[in-house]
C-alpha cells in the first residue's frame, strides 16, 4: 500500500499549456486558415532542439511540446506515427483536415512546460524583499502607512501612501496569510504573462503601467462618484467609492486577469498516475486565477478597487493587443524564408480592428463575468438593516435619549413650513409609546423669540388637537422682535441643558423636514454606531448648515457660549467648527464628528430664509445628495 501511494504521488506533473510566444508562431497563429491542427488528448514531452533558447527568466523549465508545424504550402496532410514505445521520447504527428470554414478557424500553436514557482519570479521575489521592507518600516514606526482612500489623496494629497501601501501588510495571522495568498497568484501571473509578452522585462514594464494607472483612475472614479455626482447627480452617489481602504495587492491581481485574457485558452493540466494512463485534470488559468483573486474578498469589501483594477486591466489589454499586432508587422517585414513570408503577408493584410476585436470580446467576457460576481459580494457587504429600537433605547439611562430643538421665526408670506417639518417627524412615531420605551424618551420643543409668529400659533393650534401633538412636543415663546439668530439659539441651548437630563440635544430649523420613514430609521442607525464605534464623539451631524446637529449636553452648553464669543463668525459655522475640533475651546472634538453619508432631511425654505444674505436654489440641499463632509478625512462617515 505504502509503494502504491508513493508511485502514484511520484509520478504527480502539474503542466500548464501556453501559447508560444515566438513572433513567427504567434504571427501565424492569428491568422485564419483552412487547415486546423487537433492534439492528441495526453501531453507528450519532446526534447527542445539545440538552437531554440529557453524563456530568459525560467531556464530550467522542463518543455513538453504537443504542437504541429504545418505549413500553409504542403500538399498533403501528414500521417499520424508513433516513436518506439519503450524510447525515452514519444512524438506525435496528427492528421490535418481540411474544413470550409475560412473565417472561423485558427491554426493552434500550443506547447506544454511544467509549472515551476520555486525559485519564484524573479519580479514576485522583488515585491516579497520591497514588501518585507516596508512592513517592518511600518511596524516600528519608521513610515507611518494604511491603507489608502481616495479621500486621503483628495483631502491631504498621500501621495506617498498611496504608492506604498500596495507593499504593506500587518505581522498578524491574517494578514501574512493573505498577502502570501496574493503573492502565490502574482507568481502564477507573472510565470504566464512574461512568457506571452516574450520577457520578463516587458512584463515589469506592464505591471509598473497597470499600477500608475490604477492608482490614477481610483483617484477620479473617488471624486466623480462622490463630489461631482453627490450634489449633481445624486442617483450616481455612492459613499464607498471615496471612503474604500486598498488591500495589499490585490486591486493589480485584478488587472492582470483581465491581461490573462489574451492567452484564454491557455490551461493547466494536473497529470497523474502511471506513466501510460491518460489521468489529468484541466482548468483554465483565467478561471483558476479568477477564483484565486475572489479569496480577498474574505476579509473584506474592495468592490472600487476591483472595479478599478478590471478597467485599468481592459485598457492594457487592448495596449498589449495593438503592440503584439504591430510588433508582428514589424518582424514580417525582416523575413528572409519564403514560406514565411507568405504567412505573415497573410498577416499583415489583416485588417487591424480584426486582430482587436479578439481581445475586445475575451477581454470584455472576463471583465463581464468578473464585474458580475463582485456585484453580489458588494450586495453582502453593503448590507445594512436598521437597528433594533430596544437596542437604541438600551444606550443610556438618561430621562430622554433624544431632545429635539426646533428653532422657529417669521417668515415672509407666512409658509407653514413649522407644521410640514413637526409632521415629517411625527409621522414616524406612535401615538401612545410604552412606558421606559424608546419613543417615550422623545421629546421635541418648538422654540421662537418672537412675540408675533403666526405660524407658530398655526402650528400650535393644530397639534394641540393631536394625541402626537400631546405627547411629543412642548412649546416656548419668549418675547421680543428682534433678528438675532445667534442669540436667540445660545438662549435655546442654555434652557435645554438647564432643565432636562437628555442623551442628545438636537438643533432642527423649521424648514428642513425629514425625507421620510427610512431616513428617520437611518438617523437612529448612524447614532447606534455613533456610540458603538466612536464613543468619545462630540455629535451626529445628519443634515446640514444649523439643522440635524445631534448634541452632547457639555457640548451644547460651550457651544451656547461660544455662539456669543465669535461675533464676526455665522452660528451655524461656530457649531460645525467646535465639532470638528477646529476651534481651539473644542479641542477635546477633533476626529470625532460622526456624519451621514447623505443628508437625510431636505430644505423647503430655499426662498424665505430668516438671513437677507443667503439665497438657495429649489433643487439644493435634497434627499440623498452627499452630506458636505462626506469624504472628509477628518470626520466619520457611517
Known amino acids: 500500500m505504502r509503494d502504491s501511494m508513493l508511485k502514484l504521488f511520484s509520478s504527480v506533473r502539474l503542466v500548464q499549456e501556453v501559447s508560444r510566444s515566438d513572433p513567427s508562431s504567434t504571427a501565424a497563429s492569428s491568422i485564419p486558415h483552412p487547415l486546423e491542427t487537433h492534439h492528441g488528448s495526453t501531453p507528450t514531452p519532446v526534447p527542445p532542439a539545440p538552437s531554440q533558447q529557453p524563456h530568459p ?53 500550443k506547447s506544454q512546460k511544467i509549472l515551476c514557482l520555486w525559485p519564484l519570479p524573479v519580479i514576485t521575489r522583488s515585491i516579497i524583499v520591497l514588501s518585507l521592507l516596508v512592513s517592518t518600516f511600518n511596524f516600528f514606526q519608521l513610515l507611518h502607512l494604511t491603507c489608502s482612500a481616495p479621500s486621503f489623496v483628495i483631502y491631504r494629497l498621500e501621495i506617498v501612501n498611496l504608492l506604498l501601501s500596495p507593499f504593506l501588510f500587518y505581522f498578524s495571522l491574517h494578514s501574512i496569510v493573505l498577502f502570501s495568498w496574493n503573492v ?204 433594533d429600537p430596544t437596542q437604541l433605547n438600551m444606550m443610556s439611562k438618561d430621562s430622554f435619549l433624544f431632545t429635539m430643538v426646533f428653532m422657529t421665526a417669521p417668515r415672509r408670506s407666512n409658509p407653514p413650513y413649522l407644521t410640514q417639518t413637526l409632521n415629517s417627524y411625527l409621522s414616524n412615531w406612535p401615538p401612545n409609546p410604552a412606558p421606559g420605551s424608546l419613543y417615550s424618551r422623545i421629546q421635541t420643543l418648538v422654540y421662537t423669540h418672537f412675540s408675533n409668529h403666526t405660524q407658530f400659533d398655526v402650528a400650535k393650534a393644530h397639534f394641540d388637537l393631536e394625541p402626537k401633538g400631546h405627547q411629543y412636543i412642548q412649546w416656548i415663546r419668549e418675547e421680543g422682535d428682534q433678528v438675532d439668530q445667534r442669540r436667540h439659539v445660545s438662549k435655546a441651548l442654555d434652557l435645554v441643558t438647564s432643565t432636562v437630563q437628555t442623551t442628545y440635544i438636537a438643533l432642527m430649523e423649521d424648514d428642513f423636514p425629514v425625507c421620510g420613514p427610512e431616513a428617520w430609521r437611518e438617523i437612529e442607525s448612524v447614532v447606534y454606531k455613533a456610540n458603538q464605534q466612536v464613543p468619545n464623539h462630540c455629535g451626529v451631524f445628519v443634515g446640514t448648515g444649523g439643522s440635524g446637529l445631534f448634541l452632547k449636553p457639555h457640548i451644547a452648553r460651550l457651544v451656547s457660549r461660544l455662539l456669543l464669543q465669535y461675533e464676526s463668525m455665522p452660528p451655524d459655522i461656530i457649531i460645525q467648527k467646535c465639532l470638528l475640533g477646529e476651534l481651539l475651546e473644542c479641542y477635546e472634538c477633533q476626529q470625532s464628528l460622526v456624519t451621514s453619508k447623505a443628508l437625510l432631511m431636505y430644505h423647503i425654505g430655499y426662498n424665505t430664509s430668516t438671513s437677507d444674505d443667503r439665497s438657495y436654489k429649489k433643487s439644493e440641499f435634497q434627499c440623498g445628495w452627499r452630506h458636505p463632509f462626506n469624504g472628509d478625512p477628518q470626520v466619520i462617515t457611517l
Open 57 to 109: 527568466s525560467r531556464a530550467y523549465h522542463a518543455t513538453f511540446s504537443v504542437q504541429t508545424s504545418t505549413h500553409p504550402a504542403l500538399p498533403h496532410a501528414p500521417l499520424r506515427t508513433y516513436a518506439r514505445k519503450n524510447s525515452k521520447y514519444r512524438t506525435r504527428h496528427h492528421r490535418l483536415k481540411s474544413s470550409s470554414s475560412y473565417q472561423s478557424l485558427e491554426r493552434k500553436n
Open 184 to 387: 502565490l497568484i502574482l507568481g502564477l501571473f507573472e510565470e504566464s504573462l512574461a512568457h506571452l509578452l516574450g520577457s520578463t522585462r516587458r512584463f515589469i514594464r506592464v505591471l509598473l503601467g497597470i499600477v500608475l494607472t490604477l492608482s490614477v483612475v481610483r483617484q477620479g472614479l473617488g471624486y466623480v462618484f462622490t463630489k461631482s455626482t453627490g450634489w449633481a447627480l445624486p442617483m450616481l452617489f455612492f459613499s464607498n467609492a471615496v471612503h474604500e481602504c486598498s488591500q495589499g495587492l490585490a486591486p493589480f491581481l485584478f488587472a492582470l486577469l483581465v491581461v490573462q485574457s489574451l492567452c484564454i485558452e491557455d490551461k493547466y493540466i494536473l497529470i497523474y498516475g502511471e506513466e501510460e494512463s491518460d489521468h489529468k485534470i484541466t482548468i483554465r488559468k483565467v478561471t483558476l486565477q479568477f477564483f484565486m483573486c475572489l479569496v480577498n474578498y474574505t476579509v473584506e469589501n474592495i468592490f472600487w478597487w476591483s472595479v478599478t483594477g478590471l478597467i485599468t486591466g481592459y485598457i492594457a489589454t487592448l495596449v498589449i493587443q495593438s503592440w503584439l499586432a504591430h510588433k508582428k508587422l514589424e518582424i514580417a517585414q525582416d523575413t528572409k524564408d519564403v514560406n514565411e513570408f507568405i504567412t505573415y503577408e497573410e498577416y499583415r493584410r489583416t485588417p487591424l480592428w480584426r486582430m482587436m476585436w479578439s481581445a475586445v470580446k475575451k477581454g470584455g467576457l472576463v471583465v463581464w463575468v468578473t464585474l458580475s460576481v463582485l456585484l453580489v459580494f458588494n450586495a453582502y457587504y453593503t448590507h445594512e438593516s436598521p437597528v
